[in-house]
């Protein structure tokens, strides 16, 4: 097994562990029917949000690592589109949901009671449709690795 193909295993685990439990955080949340379970479900969030983060940062040391052993991924549409398209999934991260999702943080850390204030699903609506996009991306990513169509 060559050095390369150690870290295209590495590569294709870490999509596994980082995006994932990514694609469950949406869901995890949305099944809370009070403020207790709506919190747990957060704390859980942030837990699998440590996976995105390692894996993420996995994918992309790994994947323009290999780009540096075999040059010619650079000349590869699917390939700099991947890259491109996980630099702006990248971005959104600390400029568009971590903005949105501060305030929820705050509602959970200062509400007091057990029903869901109504407040709180307007701002998850928000934050929950730039992550859909963030997903989506990254579904495209995964499918543009898969398929390689140009």
């Known amino acids: 097994m060559s050095f390369y193909d150690i870290l295209v295993l590495i590569h294709v685990f870490s999509a596994i562990v980082g995006l994932g439990p ?22 859980i969030r942030n837990r699998i949000h ?24 650079f000349q ?4 700099i589109s991947s890259l491109l398209l996980f630099l702006i999934a990248l971005g959104a991260g600390p400029i568009v949901l971590s903005p949105k999702s501060k ?4 509602l959970l ?3 007091e009671g057990e029903e869901i204030p109504a407040q709180y699903y307007k701002l998850a609506s928000q934050l929950f449709f730039y992550e859909r996009i963030t997903n989506t991306i990254f579904f ?9 169509p140009f």
């Open 50 to 73: 440590v996976f995105v983060m390692v894996g993420g940062t996995s994918l992309i040391v790994t994947g323009v690592w290999m780009g540096l052993l075999q040059p010619y991924l």
């Open 140 to 148: 495209i990513i995964i499918g543009l690795m898969i398929v390689k």
């Open 22 to 43: 990514g694609f469950s955080m949406i869901y995890i949340v949305t099944k809370a029917k009070n403020m207790t379970e709506l919190k747990h479900a957060y704390m």
């Open 109 to 111: 850390e200062e509400y």
């Open 76 to 79: 590869q549409i699917w390939f």
């Open 103 to 106: 305030p929820i943080k705050k």
